[in-house]
């Protein structure tokens, strides 16, 4: 084995070693550090089940620590890399590479749990999988809707989009040149990673068009740009909810689905071109 071999050989151990390791701290992290949590404020004076029922309140503290972890990884790794190659803002990028993109994926989400509800009515497993999908977004909601906003608006979308666009389809890209492969992999563990199988199915194409927005931006602000706005769309304050605004953004997401396939069938034309 040749000196350069031997380094690509090394580099690759290294870089496939980063991904298993955020993807195992993506599974096991939250709840070893809710332990701690739990620990901690037994140990400040506080009821010992006081974060159990306040799981939003525990889940932004826990995931402050672990972007701050994560970012860490990111800035020492990847990011000198990524500010080299990213191309400068303008504003028909934000339409293009935010606005689009957000809609377009509610849209995606939408269609897919609509059509899920129907075929549930004669699945069983899909029923199960349905309920336990509709539980888990109740959940989320038994706190207010700061707490609430808070965790679906604010640091899961920073958090997610460090751990699967700026680690590990950044790893990846290092080992695979090509994007085909690491927007694959890096968008079905996202979505592998949320647990649910109704879930997991949007989540999937969520996470591969959001690495699609990373490749050709260099830029994470922009995935967690549309994450956070794809997540406002369905998390709007109870008053707004009442009203028949929910209803026109969940149409004008369906609606945005066709462009944005269009968009993202013209960038991939574009990459076999070049």
């Known amino acids: 084995m040749t000196n350069k071999t031997k380094i690509l050989s090394n580099r690759t151990v290294l870089y496939i070693g980063i991904v298993f390791l955020s993807l195992l701290g993506a599974f096991l992290l939250p709840d070893l550090l809710k332990y701690v949590l739990f620990f901690c404020s037994d140990r400040t004076g506080l009821p010992y089940d006081y974060f159990s029922h306040r799981q939003n309140q525990a889940y932004v503290i826990t995931t402050i620590v672990e972007i701050l972890l994560f970012f860490c990884i990111y800035k020492a790794l990847f990011f000198h890399n ?64 700061v707490w609430l906003f808070l965790v679906t608006c604010l640091v899961a979308p920073i958090l997610e989009e460090l751990i699967f666009r700026g680690v590990i389809f950044n790893a990846l890209k290092r080992v695979f040149p090509h994007a085909l492969f690491p927007l694959l992999i890096s ?36 995935p967690i740009a549309i994450h956070m706005m794809n ?44």
């Open 82 to 145: 990524e500010r080299s190659k990213r191309a400068s803002c303008q504003a028909k990028d934000i339409l293009k590479f935010i606005v689009l993109p957000s809609f377009g994926i509610n849209g995606l989400s939408l269609l897919w749990v609509l059509s899920v509800e129907h075929i549930a009515k004669s699945i069983p497993v899909l029923q199960g999988w349905l309920s336990s999908f509709n539980q888990n977004m109740d959940s989320l909601e038994t706190e207010g809707y």
């Open 187 to 222: 968008g079905i563990a996202f979505g592998v990673w949320h647990f649910n199988v109704v879930q997991s199915v949007y989540t999937a194409a969520m996470g591969i068009i959001l690495a699609m927005v990373y490749e050709k931006t260099r830029d994470l602000k922009y």
């Open 231 to 274: 997540n406002m769309l369905s998390t709007l304050p109870p008053p707004v909810e009442k009203t028949v605004v929910p209803e026109f953004l969940g149409v004008v997401s369906i609606v945005m689905v066709i462009p944005l396939i269009f968009v993202i069938q013209k960038e991939i034309r574009g990459s076999r071109k070049s």
